[in-house]
């Protein structure tokens, strides 16, 4: 799985904006973004829709990630979503389908409609989203199989899943993929921030997904309509974070000492 991908959501929900959501995917997806992140749920389809015209007429395309609502998640339920957002993405197959958070079906007939689905080819694995460690380990023990991924809200902000939600996830080599990066922008006002990332030489957005980027076993997903954020959020990759920069963003933004229940958006 890539380790940085575009995120979709708030697209898709409103005529007036979708042309520069449109012209910001299919920019990020010309710099050379290998992922996108969507949903059913993100403008109930309409970022899905997005998605499947920024893919038009392109030859290689990124790694699509896609999520099922809760309430759609029984064995035929699934299934058929799954079916609604490839025809919404003009797409045979997404690459990793995941349950956007638990609740509404038993895991267990959500977990049998993905098998299903993955050996149709019509998604390539499946993973979760939303899941604390209870909920991961009931995951574990209703699919031993399940090493994909699990989507949630980390960022120097909320640090709460290093405690023992990541610990748990590398020891069983299930990536974290982690969203709103940027604490829906919220992060990147921290005059601390934008201090440490004068000092490490780029942009406070670029500093906060550097740090998600060297942490083992993290990827993310940050969004931007804009073309010029999307370039900058690019540049993330470059961005090589000394031993004292890491040290000093641990003073700023302390890691967790006790278990926080996992927080969702
Ligand atoms: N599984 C889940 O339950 C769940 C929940 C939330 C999010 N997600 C996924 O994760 C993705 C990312 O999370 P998010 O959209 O919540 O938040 P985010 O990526 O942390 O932040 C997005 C916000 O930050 C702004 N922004 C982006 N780059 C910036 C930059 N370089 N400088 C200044 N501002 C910048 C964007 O504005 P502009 O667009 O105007 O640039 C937007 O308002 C979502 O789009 C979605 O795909 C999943």
Redesign the pocket.
């Known amino acids: 799985m890539p380790v940085l ?7 898709g929900e409103s005529a007036r904006r979708s042309a520069g959501e449109l012209d ?1 995917l299919k920019y990020g997806l010309d710099l050379g973004y290998p992922m996108i ?3 059913e749920m ?1 403008g109930e389809g309409g970022a899905e829709e997005i998605v499947g015209d920024a893919l038009a007429g392109r030859g290689a395309r990124p790694f699509i990630v896609s ?1 099922v609502y809760p309430h759609n998640a029984s064995r035929a339920g699934t299934i058929a979503a799954c079916e609604r957002s490839l025809k919404r993405m003009r797409l045979e197959r997404i690459d990793l389908y ?1 349950l ?2 638990r609740g509404g079906a038993r895991l267990e007939e959500t977990f049998e409609a993905f098998h299903r689905l993955k050996d149709a080819g019509k998604i390539g694995d499946f993973g979760v ?2 899941f604390d460690l209870d909920d991961m380990e009931d995951a574990a023990e209703v699919d031993k199989g399940l090493n994909a991924t699990n ?3 980390y ?1 120097l902000s909320r640090r709460g899943p290093e405690f023992d939600l990541l610990p748990w996830m590398r020891m069983r080599a299930i990536p974290l993929m982690a ?7 919220g ?2 006002r921290k005059a601390a921030l934008k201090n440490l990332a004068d000092e490490a030489g780029c ?4 500093l906060a997904l550097a740090w998600l980027l060297a942490q083992p076993g993290v990827v993310t ?6 073309r ?3 370039k ?2 690019f540049a993330a990759l470059e961005v090589k974070l000394t031993p004292q920069i890491l040290a000093e963003l641990d003073r700023a933004f302390p890691p967790p000492r006790t278990k926080q229940p996992l927080e ?2």
């Open positions: 991908g575009l995120g979709t959501w708030r697209m910001a992140d969507t949903a993100y999520k995941l956007h958070w989203s939303n989507q949630v809200l960022c969203y709103s990066p940027l604490d829906q922008g992060l990147l942009t406070p957005a670029q997903i940050p969004k931007s309509a804009s010029e954020r999307l900058e959020n969702m958006l």
